[in-house]
């Protein structure tokens, strides 16, 4: 069986995994699980952040939805740049690099998140000292992930998402 070889698939180039013929799917679910990693990293910082200054002073659920979904934003671009300055790129095109790689996968990451927390009864209005709060927080972190991973996956195999910081690691 003859392989094509994509230039932009870099689950097969990065770090020096296994070129065509290799273990493809295996080193594409390890790639995409580590930009989802990432990305969740800074998702969950501003979600955890949003959600808890949200309820600590009260606000209404979707201000605190609002707050921690701009928060989850801010953090997940922040630490991609962070990244991408630190190889030397200006900010300006670092920034673009971040809007590239991260937009799709913070988004999905945030109406999955906010939607499971929103929906798990009570969560909202436990406030931080709760474990059903903390609970649920976690919860959703976990299914925003998983249906976050097949979808960065699929990006970049096309050399998307988050596939475009790779050329500057």
């Known amino acids: 069986m003859e392989h094509s070889h994509h230039d932009t698939d870099i689950a097969h180039t990065h770090a020096g995994h296994a070129p065509h013929g290799g ?6 679910w390890r790639t995409a699980s ?3 990693l990432h990305c969740l990293t ?3 910082i501003g979600e955890v952040l949003g959600m808890v200054i949200g309820t600590a002073v009260g606000l209404a ?14 953090f997940g671009y922040a630490l991609t740049m962070r990244g991408v300055l630190h190889a030397g790129v200006p900010f300006r ?3 673009k690099v971040a809007l590239a790689a991260d937009t799709v996968s913070i988004t999905v990451m945030e109406i999955v998140d906010n939607a499971v927390m929103v929906g798990v009864p009570g969560a909202m ?4 000292s709760k474990i059903l ?3 649920a927080l976690a919860f959703s972190l976990a299914v925003a992930y998983l249906v976050t991973l097949p979808i960065n996956r699929w990006m970049i195999g096309r050399g998307k998402g988050h596939a475009v910081v790779h050329a500057y690691h």
């Open 23 to 28: 273990p493809a799917a295996e080193t594409s």
């Open 34 to 36: 580590q930009a989802t």
């Open 42 to 44: 800074g998702c969950a």
């Open 61 to 74: 659920d979707i201000t605190t939805v609002a707050l921690a979904v701009a928060l989850a934003f801010f």
């Open 93 to 95: 095109q670092a920034l």
């Open 125 to 128: 209005d436990a406030g931080v």
């Open 133 to 135: 709060f903390w609970a």
